[in-house]
């Protein structure tokens, strides 16, 4: 049997990200074909395996075709086992997809040549960003007219603040496109599009100055001969350290949609992607190859069976060895449980499973005991670091048609906004209940689900928040001022941290000037304060 070292060497866990229409599912597809998880593409979008196939055990999701849920898929490729997890294809879902980069190792981040960076791939790379997530860029839909390429890799430095360094280098573009010059392989890819199958017999020339390659590109040759001459001077050497660091992104060209550039970017992704690495935890850094099993909760499906509530609570686990039935330690209840029946998730197929090892997300049926950030460990103490909430974006007021069933509606707003679904800010000595989003569908789902699944009637209406700002504090005079002529602005989160619910950004830069031994924050980590509540 092999070791946990041996599976950690053999484990990459990543995920790919883009703006929406980017192309990630069909990246994802053709990766997927790759690793002969599926047979044959069939044209991604004649099977929509993003709106099918994916996670449509949600119903909402099944009515509105949205792909709201984030999955994992496992797949093989030249013996690593590579798991991917998927993330919403929706950008009002985009904080799932946040929390679940705290899962990954890696990202393959897709950027449309023709729209180049977009409003959700710089929010996405803030977010990789507060963690030094390696990412890999691939600039896709290059048999489309898109910009020109050294155009697009300088609004990626621009406006990504990340390195690039080209590994791929493309000759034309759109009608005229012919290939791609493979820097890292030294070799020249013809440009053959294939969108059924997994292409084996790609043209490949040898080197620059093979004569068959002039035949073929003519006038081109001497274009790439300069382009990659710019290249090499502007961009330098790649350095795989820098992107295991997070600070250069190696980039890649190509089409996911032909299949073309696809297994380029996935033997490179083989080759410089990190395995299971280590995690911060409020004890120190864990490693994935400690003996001791521990994992953490990033992600909470509700609804597989409306009628029951049930959930799954997506563990990755971080060190050691998972074992069913095993009883392990749930750090913030402060109990040990075991699972019975731990599952890996593909799409909608479960399998269950008996062990599985750093890297690997397995599902367990939750009963409601899970909250996004829980640890299991084998009895230690510690919570893993690093999993972000954000301020949301949108604000509404939660109020109930049906005054008798207040008890009801608080429990449901809470369960719901366990799963991360949205986040509820309490009215400090009040009752008000703000909920808060990344977009309006969430409060759609959260009207349905409170109607479907706790019998509540209940609608929400308009606030002027624009930002929730999280407070910290030692002693109550340091935020007098707040108290005494802003309290109605005062709100708490569901961990009791005072949250500052501000109606313009004026009004937030006063409340700092005002209260200057007050720390504000846009963002907080999930852990820090449920550790020290116990
Ligand atoms: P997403 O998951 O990032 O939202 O993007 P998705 O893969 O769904 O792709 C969005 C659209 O871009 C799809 O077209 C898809 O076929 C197309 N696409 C993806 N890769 C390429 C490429 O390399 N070249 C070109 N030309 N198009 C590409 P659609 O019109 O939305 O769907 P369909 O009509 O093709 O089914």
Redesign the pocket.
């Known amino acids: 049997m092999s070791s946990i070292q041996d599976k950690i060497n053999n484990t990459k866990t990543f995920a790919i990200i ?12 053709k990766l997927l074909l790759f690793g002969g998880a599926i047979q044959v593409a069939g ?4 099977n ?1 395996i ?1 709106k099918t196939t994916i996670s449509d055990f949600l119903e909402i999701e099944k009515q509105r075709g949205i792909s709201v849920t984030t999955s994992v898929m496992n797949f093989k490729y030249n013996g690593m086992n590579i798991n991917l997890l998927d993330t919403p ?1 929706h950008k009002d879902f985009a904080e799932d997809t946040y929390r679940t980069l705290t899962a990954v190792e890696s990202v393959i981040l ?1 950027i ?1 040549c023709v729209k180049g960076v977009e409003e959700q791939t710089e929010k996405l790379m803030n977010v990789c960003r507060m963690r030094n997530t390696p990412v890999i860029i691939f600039i ?5 007219e898109g910009k020109n390429p050294f155009e697009l890799l300088d609004e990626i430095e621009e406006k990504l603040d990340i390195k690039v360094k080209p590994l791929s280098w493309p000759v034309g573009i759109g009608s005229g496109f012919k290939g791609v010059y493979n820097i890292y392989e030294n070799t020249f890819n013809f440009f053959k599009s294939n969108k059924q199958k997994v292409e084996k017999d790609v043209e490949v020339f040898n080197d620059i100055n093979d004569e068959r390659l002039s035949v073929v590109l003519g006038d081109s040759t001497e274009k790439l001969k300069k382009d990659l001459d710019l290249v090499n001077g502007v961009y330098g050497d790649f350095d795989v350290n820098e992107y295991l660091s997070g600070v250069v992104a190696p980039v890649y060209f ?5 299949n ?1 550039g696809v297994k380029e970017l996935l033997d490179s992704f083989i080759s410089i992607a990190p395995n299971p690495r280590g995690r911060e935890t409020t004890a120190g850094i864990i490693n994935s190859d400690d003996e001791n099993f521990s994992g953490f909760v990033f992600k909470i499906h509700a609804n597989l069976n409306p009628k029951h509530r049930d959930r799954i609570a997506f563990l990755r686990v971080c060190s050691g060895k998972f074992e069913r039935n095993k009883f392990y330690h749930h750090v913030r209840l402060d109990r040990d449980i075991k699972f019975p029946n731990p599952a890996v998730f593909m799409a909608s197929d479960k399998k269950l499973i008996e062990e599985a090892y750093p890297g690997e997300v397995i599902g367990l049926y939750d009963s409601g005991i899970f909250k996004i950030g829980d640890t299991l460990t084998e009895g230690e103490k510690f919570m893993f670091k690093g999993i972000p909430t954000f301020s949301p974006e949108i604000f509404k007021e939660l109020r109930l048609n049906d005054p008798f069933k207040a008890k009801q509606m608080d429990k449901g707003i809470i369960h719901l906004t366990d799963e991360g679904l949205a986040q509820v800010f309490i009215q400090y000595n009040g009752n008000r209940k703000i909920v808060g989003t990344v977009g309006e569908l969430q409060f759609d789902v959260i009207q349905y689900r409170l109607q479907n699944e706790y019998g509540v009637d209940c609608k929400f209406s308009p606030v002027n928040y624009h930002k929730a700002c999280w407070i910290l504090y030692d002693k109550e005079e340091e935020i007098q001022e707040l108290l005494t002529y802003r309290s109605h602005n005062l709100f708490t989160d569901k961990h009791k941290n005072l949250v500052f619910m501000s109606e313009s950004p004026y009004q937030i830069e006063k409340a700092i000037m005002n209260n200057p031994k007050a720390k504000f924050l846009f963002n907080i980590e999930h852990n820090i304060d449920t550790i020290e509540e116990k």
Request: charged share 30%.
């Open positions: 883009s703006h929406p229409d980017a192309g990630k599912t069909t990246l994802t597809e044209a991604v979008k004649s929509k993003k294809g897709v449309d896709n839909k290059l048999d489309r190509g089409s996911a949609l032909n073309f």
